[in-house]
């Protein structure tokens, strides 16, 4: 198992920037990719910004050249860097971590949620 404490959210103004923190332990040498999600109101979970172990990072076309996905291996901990944040970024941020066992058997973990408000 994995565990994940996520810190940083909070109230921003537009153009504003917040950053993100997630903090895993547990089964850790199975984590083959970290990753940022987010959730507004009536829609749906949708990824935000992966980064596996290797270091390749992805993004949604939505936060591309405005959010940077990093992590300190020494402290065990991803980033989100979220730069000139808009209104529509407005949601509960949820740090995952996705596991591969013995090749074949994949799970994923979730922290608890931050919330990040970004007003107008």
């Known amino acids: 198992q994995v565990q994940l404490v996520e810190s940083g959210g909070g109230l921003v103004q537009a153009g504003g920037s917040l950053r993100l923190s997630c903090a895993y332990s547990g089964s850790i040498f199975s984590i083959n990719a970290m990753g940022w999600y987010r959730q507004a109101p009536g829609k749906q979970r949708e990824l935000v910004a992966v980064i596996t172990t290797g270091g390749s990072t992805n993004y949604a076309d939505s936060v591309k050249g405005r959010f940077t996905i990093s992590k300190d291996n020494a402290k065990n901990t991803v980033y989100l860097q979220m730069n000139s944040l808009k209104p529509e970024d407005t949601a509960v941020y949820y740090c995952?971590?996705?596991?591969?066992?013995?090749?074949?058997?994949?799970?994923?973990?979730w922290g608890q949620g931050t919330q990040v408000t970004v007003s107008s």
């Open positions: 995952n971590a996705h596991l591969l066992v013995l090749g074949r058997y994949e799970y994923d973990y």
